[in-house]
């Protein structure tokens, strides 16, 4: 009878919160397009939204901001199986933990303030680096993929199959992460979404010149009608073109990056050698004030210099 009597108190809580759930997760896939695209995503891809949402206060209170849309959008675009709410706790963590080896540096080292705040800085941008770097490297590797996933599209399309089909077949033959976004593709398209916002959508996320002049292109082709495989071929070879001149470009440009990191690794490495042969020579710039102001105008030098270099070498093919 007591089990009877909690049952009929505390089942309608449970439906009334399941249903609550369910009509949330709903909302939460439709209502804006990069949860419609994560959902719909490759199988890999739907990891992070059936894990356990440990930070679930913290993703409550940041959905809707703007900082929650832009981390989502940017961990979709290096391809990481994280929540927005869960790389922003990394940069927390990194931040604090930065932070108090900093403090702890200036009690027992007695470096300055200043110093403490540029270490804080550097923990702050690390997870930051190290998820640009990923995506970078994921939208390189999608560039390379494109135009042989293209040959093959337009393959499939004089063999009598449609664009959505070819696309299909490209996403089952090829290898991650381009066969992730063919299938994401079709997916939206199997959920009713037309096949230009699809594409539209693999474009924003992707954020390629050479993903968008295909999209814009194939837009274009479907609209008015013509010979769509040819165009694919077309496309391919110019970015086949592209990638062979940014590689003439990095075989022209190495011995200055050569050059660029020799003078930035350079004045690191003699400061180390020196504290190893002749630490009494070295203690003028780590114990007096003027020795620690020398250092940080060779720091503040050495990274302007960096910069220049990096932006000297820097060229779009």
Not at 201 to 229: H, K, P, W
Not at 237 to 265: D, F, H, P, Y
Request: glycine share 8%.
């Amino acid at each position: 009878m007591v089990f009877g009597l909690a049952a009929l108190i505390f089942l309608p809580v449970v439906v009334a919160r399941s249903r609550r759930t369910i009509a949330d997760r709903i909302e939460q896939i439709t209502s804006t397009p990069d949860r419609l695209a994560a959902a719909t995503a490759a199988p890999s891809l739907l990891i992070p939204y059936r894990r356990r949402d440990f930070l679930s206060a913290f993703t409550d209170l940041l959905k809707g901001k703007p900082i929650f849309a832009r981390t989502e959008k940017r961990l979709t675009a290096a391809g990481l199986a994280l929540r927005p709410t869960e790389f922003l706790a990394i940069v927390t963590f990194s931040t604090v933990g930065f932070l108090l080896i900093g403090c702890w540096a200036m009690a027992s080292v007695g470096i300055s303030w200043l110093l403490v705040a540029a270490i804080t800085a550097f923990g702050y941008y690390l997870p930051n680096l190290i998820l640009n770097m990923l995506i970078k490297r994921r939208k390189r590797t999608l560039e390379m993929q494109l135009a042989d996933a293209l040959t093959m599209i337009a393959s499939a399309l004089k063999g009598g199959y449609g664009f959505v089909q070819a696309l299909t077949m490209a996403g089952n033959q090829l290898p991650p992460p381009i066969a992730d976004e063919f299938q994401r593709v079709t997916r939206l398209i199997e959920l009713g979404v037309d096949t230009p916002h699809a594409l539209e959508r693999m474009g924003a996320r992707v954020q390629s010149y050479d993903f968008d002049m295909t999209i814009t292109a194939t837009c274009i082709q479907l609209e008015s009608g013509g010979n769509l495989s040819q165009l694919l071929e077309t496309i391919a070879w110019t970015i086949r073109e592209r990638i062979k001149l940014r590689r003439e470009i990095s075989a022209a440009t190495a011995q200055g990056r050569m050059s660029g990191a020799i003078l930035v690794l350079l004045p690191i490495g003699i400061l180390g050698a020196l504290s190893i042969i002749n630490p009494e020579y070295l203690s003028f710039l780590i114990s007096r004030e003027i020795g620690h102001k020398l250092l940080y105008g060779a720091a503040f030098m050495q990274s302007i210099g960096a910069y220049i270099i990096w932006k000297m070498l820097q060229f779009e093919g």
